[in-house]
């Protein structure tokens, strides 16, 4: 197994976020690190301070050498797939080729209430993630792309250069739904993340999405599996969830970190995890 963390940019300060990558950069037991997309707080009071992921994303990339790092998900209605590419292989090019590209469907009503940004009802958000999958693909791989559908259009559209990683960075699709979302992840993704909860729960959805690639003829081992693993100040009790998950198949558990955000935590939490990894 594998092991990662989470910084939420919510609630906490760019000094700390800051803090926490640096010193983790130099623990190999983590091999990545993630933020969220969102533009509210969304496991606080949603009023309080959030600072915008990607811009976050991008300043962690220059200020570390070694963690591979993504946006745990960003949500796809926020920006135009052909934008997000293109900020997706200047990211891969700036970091060496670090990037994990982390998308969704999208599902916080509230801030996309407020800012005006439209999300749509389920079906529509599913729809609409197809398409963009679609059109994040291609243009992260062709020469140009020309795409006409229901919610993208694109003429003769290009992307250059494009990131260093080949065919493209990992597309880690995260969510569980079990209709769209892990169809979705069974023709698109390298990468599919639980969103959380029991072994039993995660197997179910590890099944479905299994059951998912032999419709589309996609071989299961093509996606690496992962699930935030919470950490409440007992490291051991974090090692022994991820090894739970582990004896379900799960490769790569991610541990979120809670503001106050403290380096402290991430040597006794790489000496348990080692132990079972």
């Not at 800051?18 to 997309?37: H, K, M, P, R």
């Not at 070694?66 to 797939?81: E, N, S």
């Not at 729809?127 to 992260?140: I, K, M, N, Q, Y």
């Amino acid at each position: 197994m594998r092991f990662a963390f989470r910084t939420a940019p919510q609630n906490t300060t760019w000094a700390e976020i800051l803090a926490v990558w640096q010193v983790a950069d130099d623990i190999e037991v983590f091999e990545s690190g993630w933020t969220f997309d969102h533009f509210y707080p969304i496991f606080s009071d949603s009023r309080g301070p959030c600072l915008e992921g990607w811009t976050v994303t991008t300043a962690l990339a220059q200020a570390t050498k070694r963690l591979r790092f993504g946006t745990l998900a960003t949500g796809i209605h926020h920006r135009h797939p052909a934008v997000l590419a293109n900020m997706a292989s200047a990211l891969d090019i700036i970091s060496g080729g670090r990037l994990e590209l982390g998308i969704g469907a999208g599902w916080n009503e509230e801030e996309s209430a407020a800012y005006g940004i439209a999300l749509g009802t389920p079906a529509e958000r599913s729809d609409r993630f197809e398409e963009a999958c679609e059109v994040l693909t291609s243009l992260l791989t062709q020469e140009a792309t020309t795409f006409s559908g229901k919610y993208y259009q694109l003429s003769d559209a290009r992307n250059e250069p494009k990131g260093v990683q080949r065919p493209h960075p990992p597309i880690c699709i995260g969510g569980n739904g079990e209709k769209r979302t892990l169809r979705t992840a069974a023709r698109f993704a390298q990468h599919w993340s639980f969103l959380g909860g029991t072994p039993p729960e995660f197997a179910r959805k590890r099944d479905v999405l299994h059951a998912h690639c032999t419709d589309l003829g996609r071989d299961p081992s093509e996606i690496l599996l992962s699930s935030p693993v919470l950490y409440d100040g007992d490291a051991g009790a974090t090692a022994a969830s991820a090894a739970a998950l582990g004896e379900e198949g799960l490769d790569l558990a991610i541990i979120p970190l809670k503001p106050p955000l403290d380096p402290a935590v991430l040597e006794p939490l790489a000496s348990a995890l080692s132990e079972i990894g």
